[in-house]
């Protein structure tokens, strides 16, 4: 069993600390957020994912999880660092590494004897270099080192089953020793091991995430048209899916991906592929897609209604997917801008996302209770697919609302049905 520090306890990094003391590993959690330590070493876990805080405080009583803020406390013991800080866009849509740089320096100063450092936050290709660069200039001169780049897949949402199920565990490395040596931390896992060199690792990352977004435009530009032609999306996505070469997953047409990873991966590479002379075309297509999307849905809305000023709406969904209180990038919270910026009365509600909704657009109305916000209101805008959503009483819905109209932005409901209990529905790309 090892001794592993996670720098960084976000949803990659917490997930991962309780993840490795789990599988018998003696973990350190660090993090400079004083706060969100303090949460944890009073069983308080800071962000909503489903199975975590009783992973989290299993963990933590059986003495195999601690938490801290002080690097000195938690580097100079550890075989292994898992850098797991964030890295969001910059202005320009590189990839911000100030928390990289930060952690690693920090990392360096405090290493003792040999450790290995894993990247696994996602950090642009050469950042393997960087880091090791980085760590070479303000380590003590009797430590060394090995830097391994360990992407990451997990999907918030179902970060548990991934972290134990992974589909895969990349490694790039320059040091094949050390490669295998954090192959080691997941062997009892199970999963396909790639052991690579660490730029063609960072590259996995991006182009894999990519090529999930890509999916998403793809179809939602094919729903744009089934919109024009009277053809269904879903009947269309289904018929495509069962095609093996195709598949069924990610072609879900709807209001567009966000999250803290498919927008930001996506632009940071199109970044990094024109700094090298590249004309990333279809990259820039398919966030131009993902964008439109959002903006043609809510045309949808004014279409149907008119002039949306004053005029009290309901939002079912902040989070930018379901299971997650994560609204970074969220369309839902983009489409909640631009309700509001057209002058609608909105009451949004989410099961889990509204605190940090509110924290980005406090001038909203939150409720706590789905049925409250579609009281009164002339429509019922769906922008998240949690299954709450699915399973609601919609006659109480109808009944409570003043204009029963429904504007479903992630197609989670059946239009004949929803029609048949005498509401106007609009989805994304449901024909006619
Ligand atoms: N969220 C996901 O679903 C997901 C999936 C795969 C990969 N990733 C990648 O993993 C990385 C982390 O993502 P996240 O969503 O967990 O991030 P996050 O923003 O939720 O958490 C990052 C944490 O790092 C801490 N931090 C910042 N600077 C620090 C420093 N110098 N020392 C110690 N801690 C520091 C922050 O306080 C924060 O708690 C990103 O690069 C992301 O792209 C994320």
Redesign the pocket.
Known sequence: MATITI?????????YGAAFADLGNTVWG????TE?IAKLRRGVV??YEPGLHELVRRNVEAGRLRFT?D?AEAIPEAEFVFI?????STVDGD?DM??????AE?IGRHLRGQTIIVN????PIGSGDLVAMLIEHVKPADASFAVVTN??????GS?LHDVFHPSRIVLGAEDRQAAERVADLYRVLNAPVLITDRRSAEMI?YAS?AILATRISFINEIAQICEQVGADIKVVAQGMGYDPRIGPLFLEAGIGFG???FP??VRALAYMAEEVGCHPQLLHAVLEINQDQRRRFVRKLTELLGDLHGRPIALWGLAFKQD?D?V?ESPALDVLRMLLQRGAVVSAYDPAAIVNAAREIPEAQYVTDPYAAVAGADALVIATPWNEFKQADLRRVRDLMRTPIILDGRNIYEPDEVRSLGFTYVGVGRGH
């Open positions: 720098v960084g306890l976000g949803y990659v990094g917490l997930v660090l993090d400079i957020d969100k800071p962000i803020s690097y797991c800080v964030g890295t969001p990839a100030r928390a990289v740089r930060a952690a920090s696994k936050s996602t950090m992407p990451e897949f997990l999907r918030e970060a990352k995430n999250g803290s990873c930001k991966d997650t994560d970074r």
